[in-house]
């Protein structure tokens, strides 16, 4: 169990390096556990540990020692945050050459398609013309896209662009909103392919509706009845 000393943390808050340094050695094995997924990605573990420190440090400097988290709990899309910033501001997570090689057909055939039919092709059009799962056709376009993350905030104005956490908990207060965020990525794992798809598509890609009903061909009301659903969903099980 990682240590969680209001005490310490308030003392890091007012400028307490010892403070803040304890408190990274108490919680400097969370630190490493989230380094370690990102093993095989090309970038030395040491460095990635740094910036994973810099992200507690964020997150201490944030807490709120009035919410009734371990701040390990608080501490972890921070730290995660920290380190894909900086994995997408070097480059691009590093991707395999046959999943790159696999990108570059997606997209000669999405390019083919939309000359002569005048709209978008399918996920599911593209796997059947290269018999393939639908899974790896999704796998295999979203390499090519920025590293993306529930985490982020968006600066809009447009209601239909609100990021999912904001959808989803839009009615609890921001001490929740923060623990929300963790659970986010567990509740869609347990979604099926479709409501995936259109989850992804819609708060993470900022597809419309519409455009989304055109990539897995069904209708805009589909999508807004399965999408409406989900969303439904999610809130009842991060409330009870």
Not at 55 to 79: C, H, L, M, W
Not at 158 to 187: F, M, P
Not at 219 to 225: C, E, I, K, L, M
Request: include cysteine.
């Amino acid at each position: 169990m990682y240590e969680n000393n209001m005490n310490n943390i308030k003392k890091a808050q007012t400028g307490d390096s010892n403070a803040m340094e304890q408190l990274i050695k108490d919680n400097n094995g969370l630190i490493w556990n989230i380094v370690k997924r990102f093993n095989g990605r090309g970038y030395e573990v040491e460095d990635l540990y740094q910036i994973g420190c810099m992200g507690f440090i964020k997150a201490i400097k944030r807490f709120d020692v009035n919410f009734e988290v371990q701040i390990s709990t608080y501490a972890v899309p921070y730290i995660l945050g920290e380190i894909k910033r900086y994995i997408r501001d070097d480059g691009a997570i590093k991707v395999s050459r046959s999943t790159k090689e696999l990108a570059v057909k997606i997209l000669e055939i999405q390019k083919e398609y939309l000359a002569k039919k005048g709209e978008e092709i399918t996920i599911f059009e593209i796997s059947k013309i290269l018999k393939i799962p639908k899974e790896e056709v999704t796998f295999a376009l979203d390499s090519l896209r920025p590293v993306s993350s529930i985490y982020e905030e968006k600066n809009t104005s447009s209601e239909d662009e609100r990021t999912l956490i904001d959808t989803i908990a839009q009615d609890q207060d921001e001490a929740n909103k923060i623990v929300n965020k963790i659970a986010i990525k567990q509740l869609i794992e347990g979604l099926n392919d479709r409501e995936k798809q259109i989850i992804l598509l819609r708060f993470f890609k900022d597809k419309t509706q519409a455009q989304v009903a055109k990539v897995l061909g069904i209708t805009q009301v589909q999508v807004s009845r399965i999408e409406k659903k989900v969303l439904n969903s999610m809130k009842l099980k991060l409330t009870s």
